[in-house]
């Protein structure tokens, strides 16, 4: 019997079924719209305004910052674009990070093809943003600062309190891309100092293509996507209902369950590590030794291509991921761990390991099993290698 391991929850996590059972009624029963002004339409609009004061809860926002999306990358473009449009008249410089998710970075690019000039911070080796470096960067024009709250490939956390402080103290406009950090982190867009924050469904055990964007009170942004009256006038479109009430329920969940899973997942990460180490040599842990989430392990070996032990570990069943793009045949290194001064040929062969709730200790010792076996397999045909790695 083929067993498989999934350990890629940071690209997506399947869907809890106490998630999954408030959906399916949506589907069938509560099909209304939510605009419609009928006994179906109001009926439905009760469901989305449960699922939007969960949300809000959970972020201690109020329910009138929370904007349905279609998930993280939505919000993330509506975030940068909406803002860089609605405060074109003070300025048009933005700061963002060099290890932001492409949905970010695609956004500033997208800026700069119309005149909008951006800083790309640098991140030291662990993946951290240098406060002071933040502060120097500041200019008159700044209006907006973007910085994630946990990097995906590597799960470094950033001071995202002390840059929260920072942007008001200058009067700039934060948005941070807390995509990665909702299943991890207590996010407190009050405390955090916050003005926009992007999340998504799909991260947190629940279904894809929904996410949302916090506005907060007070912040002017321009639309993203206009149509109808949908989400206060600032989003058009037919609210999806099934899955804005599977993200409610999944986001209810996390912040319940926190402690469980953060518990049981870091107990998990920290045998994994540990074994990796004893039975693994010439490995590199990526990332901060300590302020990153638990559930996410980016580790390089030395010698030999990630894609390579990918495939190795995906024809035993496990899925991995490298933080590598295969772009047109030739293989590019991360450029988060680029940003992070990790040497190119290492970096080649960085894989992301992904905890999730369902990850148990067998699966952990099946993948550990497999993994020395496949970095073995492959450093003994790797040229790279030195015959005193080899053994021989
Ligand atoms: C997954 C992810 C996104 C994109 O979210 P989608 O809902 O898949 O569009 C954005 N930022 C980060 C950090 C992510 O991990």
Redesign the pocket.
Known sequence: MERKVYLDN?ATTYIATEVLNEMMPCFSVFYGNPNSIHSFGREAQGLVDRARDRIARAINSNSNEVYFTS????S?NWAIKGIAHAYSSKGKHIITSSIE?S?VLGACKALEREGYEITYLPVDKFGLVDLAELIHAIRKDTILISI?AVN?EVGTIQNIKAIGKIAKEYDVIFHT?A??ALSSLRLDVKDMEIDLM?I?S??VYGPKGV?ALYIRNGIKIENLIDGGHQERNKRGGTLNVPAIVGFGKAVEMTVRDFALYNKKIKKLRDYFVREVKEKIPYIIINGHPHQKVNNIINISFELIEGEAILMLLDFEGIAVSTGSACTSGALEPSYVLRAMGVDDEVAQGSIRFSLGRSTSKDDIDYTIKKLAEAVGKLRKISPQTKSSVKGE
């Open positions: 940071a998930g993280g990358t939505e993330d998710h949905a994630m995906n891309d995509v990665q992007s998504s799909h991260k996410g």
